[in-house]
């Protein structure tokens, strides 16, 4: 992690204390009131729940430290990825998407932004840095791309996407602010689902939009305002929680990530590790440049579905779940979901156990 990083997140866990009066709590109060005393519209900090909440602004002025760039908050991943999108697509009418990317922005861009008349375009991850950007699309860039681990040169796309007069948005779930910057390199947005690794408990969905262009962020939290996709209070308050030890966790994670891909790669049973920690990973080079750490998701092959099945049900330290990020290593065979990967192909979500006896129930499952 840069310097940098751990800077603004030693912040974040002060934000509070300078607006403190004596006696107030350290954590922010769980605020879910809809409604605010308003004898007059005038000078009211709030007025109604739809339009703001004083713990989703606990939570957004954290999120704001992590990303150095104001934050609107959203209820789930999907719902900050539809609020960015439908903000951006208005009077742009073509989406690069990738083709290997989360694949429920997929589903949303052909089910309905594609009927409200956009043309959507899905892209290999591989393959937007040379994409035709003509026309002045908006590109929705994931990198390194779930699941399959591809990484994009963001600096270089976003410098291609400006110069065709596009937009970018980066979607950094799998990174987060804290390992990879999308806005720093140039993206116009960033998209995160906080319910991954940010919230890191597997017990809440949360979101957010980090912009610094102005015009876009207001143009977001009119989205929400009007839409209606607003956060829960109880959600915020467990997201802020969370965020406090994200950067501790991700250490953890990625520490035992690498170890965990190295003796993966040294496998027998396994091939096709994909991590972009591996010296001969064909994202590495790029992932050094771009990333401040290398993430905690694995991708790798298994025989056949059957291996693989045979394997996550062996091995007692792994949770059989569909998320990842959480505190608990989590594995599943994406082809389940009908991901265009081998049947045997299994992404694997590491957590926060100790590594040895992590690795010693996996090897044990292997065999
Ligand atoms: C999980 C995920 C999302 C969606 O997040 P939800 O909170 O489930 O809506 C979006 N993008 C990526 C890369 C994800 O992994």
Known sequence: ??????????????????????????APPLVSATTY????????????????MP???????????????????????MAAI?????????DRKRLIIPADGYYVTRVFSADFLAAYGVEVIALPT??????????????????PSNPGLDCCDIALLAQRVRTAGGLLIVDNTTMTALLQRPLDLGADMVVAADTKAPAGHSD???????????????RVRNWRKLSGAVPGAFEAWLLHRGIETLEVRLERMCASAQIIAERLA????????RYPGLADDPSHELARRQMSGFGFLIGFEMASED???TFLSACPLMTQTTSFGGTHTAGERRARWGDNVAPGFIRLSVGVEPVEPLWTAISAALD
Not at 37 to 52: C, I, Q, W
Not at 126 to 138: K, N, P, Q, R, Y
Request: with cysteine; charged share 20%; glycine share 8%.
């Open 1 to 26: 992690m840069d310097p940098r990083g751990k800077e603004r997140f030693a912040k974040l866990l002060h934000h509070r204390a300078a607006m403190l009066e004596k006696g107030e709590p350290i």
């Open 37 to 52: 005393h308003l004898p007059e519209t005038e000078g009211a900090s709030h007025s109604y729940g739809r339009v703001s």
């Open 55 to 77: 713990t989703w602004e606990a939570v957004e002025t954290q999120l704001g430290i992590l990303e150095d760039a104001p934050c609107v908050a959203f209820p789930s991943g």
């Open 82 to 90: 539809s609020a960015a999108l439908m903000a951006v697509l208005t």
């Open 126 to 143: 591989h393959e937007m840095e040379t994409a035709d950007l003509s026309g002045g699309a908006v590109v929705f860039l994931e990198t």
């Open 204 to 218: 809440i969905l949360f979101g957010h939009v980090a912009t610094r262009d102005a015009a876009l962020e207001e």
């Open 266 to 273: 040294a496998h027998p049973a396994v091939s096709n590790v």
């Open 307 to 309: 291996a693989a099945e």
